[in-house]
Nanobody, 121 residues
């Protein structure tokens, strides 16, 4: 069965950096586009970034463009989200998902359990 396991979350001061990882199993990882989403308390889950199966195409939400970078290592079945210049507004649970490069939640088939990112001012 497909499993996605996120790691790398934590607490950081504003301006700091974190690198999230999402390890995938149970699927031919190199043939799947991957995405990162986040959900803040009391808010809907929102798109953050996505990457095509080969890594050539990426997409970012306007709120993170220029600060976050999505990448993948198909040899390790892992997708990453490098987050720099973090802001308190980035505080959320971050989820990885597989199946699409689109910004729409319904386009994704499988989801991880999430990892908490907390940014203090």
């Amino acid at each position: 069965q497909v499993q996605l396991v996120e790691s790398g979350g934590g607490s950081v001061r504003a301006g700091g950096s974190l690198r999230l990882s999402c390890a995938a199993s149970g699927l031919t990882f190199s043939t799947y586009a991957m995405g990162w989403f986040r959900q803040a308390p009391g808010k809907e889950r929102e798109f953050v970034a996505s990457i095509s199966w080969g890594g050539r195409s990426t997409d970012y939400a306007d709120s993170v463009k220029g600060r976050f970078t999505i990448s993948r290592d198909n040899a390790k079945n892992t997708v990453y989200l490098q987050m720099n210049s973090l802001e308190p507004e980035d505080t959320a649970v971050y989820y990885c998902a597989t199946g699409s490069i689109l910004r729409v939640l319904s386009a994704y088939d499988y989801w991880g359990q999430g990892t908490q990112v907390t940014v203090s001012s």
